[in-house]
Structure formats: structure tokens, C-alpha cells
């Protein structure tokens, strides 16, 4: 990763897998990239404000782009938040920044995101100013949307994200499985776009979206592959239109997968569905003594299996035994320490339960297992370990 602050990010990774392998990866890193950047931009109005502020840094993202010096991973690293933000707000258009880019810039390709960031001291990029708004500089990069206007319209979006428990929670502490609830219900979600059709996300899902469109490319590629093209992100519709594509995207969730949008999707109904994006099994990992600090990717029953490594990246195995059983046991012993019911459930149940759920697993359960004061695992105590496959 970038630097070492990132590391103490827990290491999780969201694969969702096509039937013949394709396999697209959204991380949990980069959701905290994402959130670390809006929190920025909310303490300082300034960047969402119509002003001389705004429009001097909205020149200023286009000259640095007119002249390829957002391309590469060292020019990323020092580009300054407030440039950052612009670039995030024109990237939320994926069909009109990708024309942007091939059109106008020399190389004909699109300005990919190479990095995370993890900035650790803030005040210091706080000292970025635009340049001279007087200054000669030919600039050749315009946008086809007028970026002023679409800064201004994410002022909704970073209000109720002020509401959201991403806003103010540690996300070094976050529980990993909440991230990878929130990408199985976007790849669901997105399953259900229809050419020339308007669909409508909840916030949890549109945080996700934006997350993935912050990498043009990689976005790009998941939507072809997965909904046949690709999925334009307009936040420009009229409130009258939204309200009703709103009701027609539930009503569509729940036809498809038999729950409402803002519940988990239940695995058996997804599979049977011809909308299905991802359907996710729950299984009981068996926790290695090895630490490595890497993501795995483990083979079961001829079927590879993504693995979320989370807290860390500790090595995690599964089988068909009897305490980890991963086809459909009824609880995990954890050492002599909690047992998680699976399959029928409470709110803490895992498989077919209700709000805390660990979504309406796929037989097995969830492992849930306090780790010893090793010094090898103190760093990931009272940690929940679940592996995940999205399958198209």
C-alpha cells in the first residue's frame, strides 16, 4: 500500500466473480480512500460553495489535466485534496468524463486513479491554493458538464453522509463485514440496470458507487461485463422523475430478489434469478497460525472462493469438517468461545436472518472467534472472519 498509515486499515477485499472467472475486486481500502476525502471536503465549505475558491481550483484540475499531470502514480500522490475533489465530482459522470478524456487528452485514454492516498496530516494540505485565475495558460481540457454545477448538486449527498455512521466511526475499528454486505447490495443493485432505463440506489449503495467510479476504468470494464453496458451515473434528474424511479427500482428489487432494497438478498432466491449479480455464502473459516499480511484466494470443491482478508490479512482456510463446517453446520465453535447460530434466525443470526444478520447466508455460518493475546494477533482481537463469493 502507499504508506504505512494505510496499513492500519483492516485488509479487505470484495470479489465478485463471473461464472467463467472473471473476477472484479472493490477493496475496503479504497472505500476508506473515498470516505477520507468527503470528510475533508465537509470541513471545508468553501469547496462546495459557487465562488472564486471553486472555480480557480476547477481550472486548475483542467490545466493539470490539458497537461497529463494527473497520469501517474507520483503525480497522484502529490495532488492536492481540493484537486482531488474536483476530479472525484467529474468522475461520478463516467460516459462524459470518458469522452473527455479520449477526445481531449494527447494520449486518447482516460485519466485512471493509481493510488490511495490515506493522507495522515491534513492541516498540511490545507495549505493548497489555486493558482492566479489570471493566469495565460491555454487550457485545452473542457469538461462537457459544467463541473461548477455538479460540485454544488453533491451537497445533498455529503449532507446525509454527515447522518451516516461512515462520517464519524474509526474506520480502522470498522466491522469488515458491514463493507462487504454494502458491495454485495451494489453489485445486486447494479445487476438490475436496463439500457435506457433510470434506477435509483439507496445512500448505503450509492456510497459503493461512488467508490467504483473513482476507478474509470476498472468501473467501466465491471459494468459491461456484468450489466452489458455501461451504467451512467446522473445525479442531475428532476426530484418528480427520482421519486418515481425510486418506487420502480424496490419494486423491481423485490421482484427479483423476493426482499425490499433495504434488507439483505437472500442467497437462494438471487441464484434462481436472471437478474442475479452476486450471491454470497457465509462460511466458517478455519484461522492459520500464519500472518502474512496478503490477501488468499482458497480452492474449494474445484470452485475458487474469494477471500476477504480482513483485519490484517491473516491466511484464512476452509473446509468441510465439523466445528468449521462450510456447507451448512449449525454453529462454529471458536475455541471454547462464542458460537454463532446459522441458519434460521435472529438478529444475529447468520443466514436468513433479519437487521444484523450477516445476510441471508448460503448454508454454513459465521465464525465468530476472540483471539489470543498473542503478539502475533493483538492487533485483530474480536475480529469477524467470514469468506464471500459474489457469483454472476
Given at each position: 500500500?502507499?504508506?504505512?498509515?494505510?496499513?492500519?486499515?483492516?485488509?479487505?477485499?470484495?470479489?465478485?466473480?463471473?461464472?467463467?472467472?472473471?473476477?472484479?475486486?472493490?477493496?475496503?481500502?479504497?472505500l476508506v480512500d473515498h470516505i477520507l476525502l468527503l470528510r475533508q471536503v465537509i470541513n471545508h465549505p468553501e469547496m462546495t460553495q459557487q465562488g472564486d475558491v471553486l472555480e480557480n481550483f476547477i481550472k486548475d484540475y483542467c490545466e493539470k489535466m490539458a497537461r497529463q499531470e494527473m497520469k501517474f502514480r507520483h503525480q497522484q500522490l502529490d495532488l492536492p485534496w481540493q484537486i482531488d475533489w474536483i476530479w472525484h465530482v467529474h468522475r461520478l459522470h463516467p460516459l462524459a468524463y470518458y469522452n473527455d478524456c479520449c477526445k481531449q487528452l494527447a494520449d486518447g485514454e482516460p485519466v485512471d486513479q493509481k493510488i490511495q492516498k490515506f493522507p495522515t496530516n491534513y492541516n498540511k494540505q490545507c495549505d493548497a491554493v489555486p493558482s492566479n485565475s489570471s493566469t495565460?495558460?491555454?487550457v485545452n481540457f473542457v469538461p462537457s458538464i459544467d463541473l461548477v454545477q455538479a460540485v454544488l448538486r453533491q451537497c445533498d449527498f455529503l449532507n446525509k453522509f454527515k447522518k451516516h455512521v461512515f462520517y464519524s466511526c474509526d474506520l480502522k475499528k470498522m466491522d469488515t463485514l458491514l463493507f462487504l454486505e454494502l458491495v454485495q447490495?451494489?453489485?445486486?443493485?447494479?445487476k438490475l440496470a436496463r439500457q435506457n432505463d433510470i434506477i435509483v440506489p439507496t445512500f448505503n449503495i450509492d456510497l459503493i458507487w461512488h467508490t467504483h467510479l473513482r476507478y474509470p476504468q476498472h468501473y467501466r470494464a465491471f459494468s459491461t461485463v456484468v450489466c452489458g453496458f455501461v451504467v451512467d451515473h446522473d445525479d442531475a434528474i428532476e426530484a418528480n422523475v427520482l421519486s418515481d424511479a425510486?418506487?420502480?427500482?424496490?419494486?423491481?428489487?423485490?421482484?427479483?430478489?423476493?426482499?425490499?432494497?433495504?434488507?439483505?438478498?437472500?442467497?437462494?432466491?438471487?441464484?434462481?434469478?436472471?437478474?442475479?449479480?452476486?450471491s454470497r455464502m457465509v462460511r466458517a473459516p478455519v484461522l492459520n497460525k500464519t500472518y502474512n499480511g496478503t490477501s488468499s484466494t482458497y480452492i474449494s470443491n474445484g470452485v475458487n472462493i474469494g477471500v476477504s482478508s480482513c483485519g490484517g490479512g491473516n491466511t484464512l482456510s476452509c473446509d468441510g469438517g465439523n466445528t468449521s463446517s462450510c456447507d451448512g453446520g449449525n454453529s462454529?465453535?471458536?475455541d471454547g468461545g462464542n458460537t454463532s447460530s446459522c441458519g434460521g434466525g435472529n438478529t444475529s443470526s447468520c443466514g436468513g436472518g433479519t437487521t444484523s444478520s450477516c445476510g441471508g447466508g448460503c448454508g454454513g455460518g459465521c465464525f465468530i472467534r476472540k483471539l489470543s493475546n498473542s503478539k502475533d494477533t493483538k492487533h485483530i482481537r474480536n475480529l469477524l472472519y467470514c469468506l464471500y463469493d459474489f457469483r454472476t
Open positions: 500500500m502507499n504508506n504505512l498509515f494505510s496499513l492500519s486499515f483492516p485488509n479487505c477485499n470484495a470479489k465478485i466473480i463471473k461464472h467463467d472467472g472473471t473476477t472484479f475486486t472493490i477493496s475496503y481500502h479504497e495565460n495558460c491555454h447490495n451494489y453489485a445486486c443493485f447494479m425510486l418506487q420502480k427500482t424496490a419494486d423491481r428489487w423485490k421482484e427479483t430478489y423476493k426482499s425490499n432494497m433495504i434488507q439483505n438478498v437472500d442467497t437462494k432466491t438471487s441464484k434462481a434469478s436472471q437478474y442475479v449479480t452476486s462454529s465453535s471458536c
